[in-house]
């Protein structure tokens, strides 16, 4: 059985204080959630260890938004994935449409991201989707499906296992354009059928598939209802824990 995991990413916001407050409101309000939705909080590398501490013993999951495509050495500014995981981090986001974006991130770097991410126990929120140009041009599928083999093709049906796949269509990221159900709805049912012909229809099965782009509480019960989106990536809904948790509770 599939998780239905709903997660913030906080992305470059708050400072360590704040994000510790943010943090604590999560926990606090965590119990309103269905016990079967794992919630899981993604923020900046100099929040994790604090955080860690915040979350400890709690249903709140850590994740880090990247990681390097290098095991380890002279990579200034980078953060490897055996520091993630010694951080306390559970889980890392890859491939995030911002850093596909503005910092050159390729399926290539992806597949290595994945596998170090991986190799040192993380379980990885694998981005993919479409821009508006592409959307617009009716490419949506070639796009998705293009990013789905490029990456998750490259493991086994046993490391799908420690990846969910999160559809966030560029053009709903942090516009307040939501995809509707009907067209979130038919992208997903298409990922999990691009992963059943690699993988196997049991294992497309198990796997997560999050909507990701302008999910509030408004919209979410709507979206979560759809029978291939279990669960949602969550922008700028993230940053209060109120609305964050109430998206949890859309279930
Ligand atoms: C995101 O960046 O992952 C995201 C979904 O952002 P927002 O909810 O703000 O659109």
């Known amino acids: 059985m599939r998780k239905k995991i709903v997660a913030g ?29 794992q919630l899981i909080v993604a923020a900046p ?35 490897s994935a055996a520091m993630l995981a010694s951080a306390g981090c559970g889980y890392t986001i890859l491939g995030h449409s911002e850093r596909r974006q503005y910092y050159g991130e390729t399926d290539a770097k992806l597949v290595e991201k994945t596998r170090l991410a991986l190799a040192n126990g993380l379980k990885v929120i694998l981005c993919v989707g479409e821009n508006l140009e592409e959307r617009e041009a009716g490419k949506h ?45 038919e992208i997903h049912a298409f990922i999990r059928k691009t992963v059943a012909a690699k993988f196997g229809a049991q294992a497309a099965e198990d796997t997560s598939i999050l909507y990701g782009g302008s999910c509030k509480p408004s919209n979410a019960a709507e979206l979560f209802a759809c029978p291939d989106i279990d669960g949602g990536l969550i922008g700028g809904a993230a940053l209060k824990a109120e609305d964050f948790i109430a998206i949890a509770c859309s279930y």
């Open 45 to 79: 590398f100099t929040h994790l260890c604090p955080l860690a501490e915040v979350l400890k013993g709690t249903r709140v999951a850590l994740s880090a938004e990247n990681c390097a495509d290098k095991e380890k050495g002279a990579y200034t500014g980078e953060v």
């Open 141 to 185: 599928f070639d796009v998705v499906e293009a990013q789905i083999k490029n990456v998750l093709f490259n493991f086994s049906a046993e490391e799908l296992k420690e990846i969910v796949i999160a559809y966030e269509p560029v053009w709903a990221i942090g516009t307040g354009k939501t995809a509707t159900a009907e067209q979130a709805q």
């Open 9 to 37: 990413n906080w992305k470059m916001n708050t400072t360590v204080p704040e994000g510790v407050e943010l943090a604590k409101a999560v926990v606090e309000l965590s119990g309103k959630a269905d016990e079967s939705v």
